[in-house]
């Protein structure tokens, strides 16, 4: 699908609020409503806006740990990847997983209670067999930058 500087608009619009109202996402990207509301369903269904959120601020209710830990895999056939990867996506403590180029084959953000139910995450990890073969654990002290919204404009191509 291309998008145009309006798409663009529309998707900046909707990823910084979600509960924009009709009328102000018109007025933001400056269509009348009915167009404007045509274009987000279209994006919609194109797959392109995919879900409406609530960003929780959990550090408000209580304190959590954010740890990042790399995966290095004992075995690199694809077998043993998809069975990596089909375990980490049941975990509910682990929030994203990319696999990555370079010396480790994953990086995994988790959020924990706290530190000692990081380490039984990672015991019960280990136990499973799943193939780890070596992990490395960074404990997030200050998150400095943490974007939900994507910059959409430097990111996607515009058709003219």
């Not at 987000?40 to 408000?60: M, T």
């Not at 990847?81 to 010396?103: L, N, Q, T």
């Amino acid at each position: 699908m291309k998008l145009d500087q309006i798409d663009l608009k529309i998707l900046d619009a909707v990823q910084r609020d979600g509960r924009i109202t009709k009328l102000a996402l018109a007025d933001k990207v400056g269509l009348s409503p009915t167009p404007c509301w045509m274009r987000l369903r279209k994006l919609e269904k194109a797959g392109i806006v995919s879900g409406y959120h609530a960003k929780v601020a959990v550090r408000a209710v209580a304190p959590v740990a954010t740890v990042l830990m790399e995966v290095t895999l004992a075995s690199h056939r694809q077998a043993d990847f998809d069975r990596f990867e089909r375990v980490i996506r049941d975990v509910p403590e682990i929030v994203a997983c990319w696999s990555v180029g370079g010396g480790v084959d994953y990086l995994l953000k988790v959020m924990a209670r706290d530190i000692d139910a990081y380490q039984r995450l990672v015991d019960a990890l280990l136990e499973r067999e799943i193939g780890i073969d070596r992990y490395f654990t960074y404990i997030v002290t200050k998150t400095v930058k943490e974007e939900v919204a994507l910059p959409v404009a430097d990111l996607f191509p515009v058709s003219s």
